[in-house]
């Protein structure tokens, strides 16, 4: 039989348990910002379906930037740096616009924060098919990379 003293025990000892695993739960995630410098960015590509690139070596490199037609590509080391490029795809006018915000390392993973943006019912666009892009270096890292929309 539990005397009110026991009960009192267990009621505390209960609460300070559910306490300790709310706690944990709501931990802060060791991240950390990381820097990384636009390559290009632009309105008109030959990609013409929303996708995103990882590119780690210069074979993979040639054949993106020869979808930019920026001329030639910069010098990457992919021994110290990796490419992230986003692409929004055909849109019908201007005014569309595809952003890399942010590079996030958190949790063993990279977070690449896009930012996608079209022209409001009223603005005055280009009356000709885009197709925004925005390609980025940034440090290497053997982590699996997210893409997140803002």
Same mark, same amino acid.
């Given at each position: /039989? ?14 300070? !348990?559910?306490?300790?695993?709310? $706690?944990?739960?709501?931990?802060? +995630? ?11 960015? #632009? ?14 070596? +210069? ?5 993106? $930037?020869?979808?930019?037609?920026? #001329? ?12 992230? !490029?986003?692409?929004? =795809?055909?849109?019908?006018? #201007? =005014? ?11 949790? =063993? ?5 896009? +930012?996608?943006?079209?022209? =409001? ?5 280009? +009356? ?6 925005? /390609? ?15």
């Amino acid at each position: /039989m539990f005397t009110k003293n026991k009960i009192i025990a267990i009621t505390i000892i209960t609460l300070f !348990a559910a306490g300790l695993f709310v $706690w944990g739960g709501c931990a802060r +995630q060791e991240q950390r910002e990381v820097d990384f410098e636009t390559l290009s960015a #632009g309105y008109y590509s030959q990609v013409s379906e929303p996708s995103h690139y990882v590119i780690e070596d +210069q074979q993979e490199f040639q054949q993106v $930037w020869g979808k930019i037609e920026e #001329g030639s590509p910069p010098d990457i080391n992919f021994e110290n740096h990796m490419v992230v !490029a986003v692409f929004q =795809g055909e849109k019908p006018t #201007g =005014g569309f616009e595809i952003t890399i915000e942010s590079v996030i390392e958190a949790n =063993g993973r990279l977070q690449v924060y896009v +930012q996608e943006t079209a022209p =409001g019912p009223d603005d005055m666009v280009t +009356q000709a098919l885009t197709y925004p892009y925005h /390609m980025v270096r940034v440090d290497a890292a053997e982590k699996p990379v997210d893409f997140m929309e803002r």
